[in-house]
């Protein structure tokens, strides 16, 4: 284990990491993919070419990994790259600013099996 490259996983890298509760604990899963989300955003940030390979975050149950930055990856990150699928089950944990930059940048929306409440939200978004 070292360094995330990040310059090569822009590059036409794949990474996939498995921040599973069960195996890392619900706060070193959280705080782990919090650091991620942040040195990616940076290192997307830094790229000298707005047309570079465009760079696609899946991120399951998003509401986890929160980073002050989420809502500037979601209204700005077209403009260097940045894809995001955000996937989560409890649209009622995410704040508000985060909220409304996901809220206004989604092009496809999915719903699954929702509750009576979620059902309310999902109707007001769509």
Request: hydrophobic fraction near 50%; proline fraction near 4%.
């Amino acid at each position: 284990y070292g360094p995330v490259p990040f310059d090569q996983l822009l590059d036409r890298r794949l990474l996939l990491l498995n921040l599973a509760k069960g195996a890392l604990g619900t706060e070193a899963a959280n705080f782990l993919g919090a650091i991620f989300l942040t040195q990616l955003w940076s290192a997307l940030q830094e790229r000298k070419n707005a047309q570079a390979t465009p760079t696609y975050l899946v991120v399951d149950e998003f509401h986890n990994y929160l980073i002050p930055a989420f809502a500037d990856m979601l209204s700005e990150g077209a403009r260097v790259g940045l894809h995001v699928i955000a996937v989560t089950q409890y649209l009622n944990r995410i704040p508000e600013k985060i909220r409304a930059a996901w809220v206004g940048n989604v092009d496809a929306w999915a719903f699954f099996s929702l509750g009576a409440e979620d059902m309310a939200d999902a109707w007001t978004l769509v």
